[in-house]
């Protein structure tokens, strides 16, 4: 059944085969519509992305650091180092939403993984703060500040190489000199083919997903900033540790049925996938 509108044809139209218990999870955690909306006045993809990611994740944090002083007398160094580390990544959401065009929405799906993620990795780092406060010794705290900065700035950086890069359609300068690429065909339904070129270098010629090793060493550093008495803080770096390499997987093997060879020439030129000599 051919899409419409920009949709991607739901299990339940008309003439679409019913599903199998494996095929309904697969269209669960994934997704299966493009634009989910109730009416017009209520975009389902960018309240996801937006409030959150960015409104509840700052209202959160700003409660537990109230409730942690109020509880304790003091607000300790832990807590502002999540609260630190972790308004930058809002800043980096909000940066995103805010350049969303209808294209670039239309173009993907609204999984329950990003759901799940939108709402489940912001709680954790403070609420267990306030139960079990910890005060880190200063090395400690400059050493997870350091390692949350790491982290932020590979993932910003990556971004906005890649943005460049896109841009100037490579006609530009990424550390001191014209960014190296690979250029790949891909072919529509309709027999018109398209090229495409891929980055490979900067922090693109590391890894082919080395914004995600920026999110990994946040993740990380969100964590140890809450010490070692309690599990809970280290929910959002397992969470992360399962998603990321499982999208990065995901993703190449769309791009592998997409540019053929070319893909091939292009992993051979950045042989990892999210950490350099790694994986």
Wanted: proline share 6%; hydrophobic share 40%; aromatic share 12%.
């Amino acid at each position: 059944m051919p899409a419409k509108d920009g949709y991607r044809p739901a299990p339940t139209d008309p003439g679409s085969p019913g599903l199998s218990v494996q095929q309904f999870l697969f269209y669960y955690i994934l997704g299966i519509d493009f634009k989910p909306r109730i009416g017009t006045w209520f975009d389902f993809k960018l309240f996801f992305n937006g409030c959150p990611g960015i409104v509840a994740w700052t209202l959160l944090n700003l409660s537990c650091t109230a409730k942690d002083q109020e509880l304790h007398g003091q607000v300790t160094n832990s807590t502002i180092l999540v609260n630190v580390l972790q308004v930058n990544a809002e800043e980096e959401i909000k940066k995103a939403v805010w350049k969303l065009t209808p294209n670039k929405v239309d173009k993907n799906l609204l999984p329950w993984k990003l759901n799940y993620s939108d709402c489940c990795f912001c709680a954790p780092q403070g609420l267990s703060l306030v139960s079990q406060p910890v005060q880190l010794g200063t090395a400690n705290a400059v050493g997870v500040l350091m390692l949350g900065w790491i982290g932020y700035h590979i993932f910003r950086v990556t971004k906005h190489q890649k943005d460049l890069f896109c841009r100037t359609d490579g006609n530009c300068r990424i550390w001191g000199k014209k960014p190296e690429d690979i250029e790949c065909s891909s072919m529509c339904v309709d027999g018109t083919k398209y090229y495409s070129k891929l980055m490979t270098w900067g922090f693109w010629g590391w890894a082919r997903h080395c914004n995600s090793a920026g999110d990994l060493l946040g993740s990380l550093a969100y964590c140890l900033a809450c010490g070692f008495a309690h599990i809970l803080p280290y929910f959002c770096i397992v969470s992360v540790t399962i998603l990321l390499p499982h999208l990065c997987v995901r993703e190449e093997h769309c791009c592998s049925s997409k540019y053929g060879k070319d893909w091939k020439h292009y992993t051979a030129a950045v042989p990892y996938r999210l950490i350099p000599a790694v994986f």
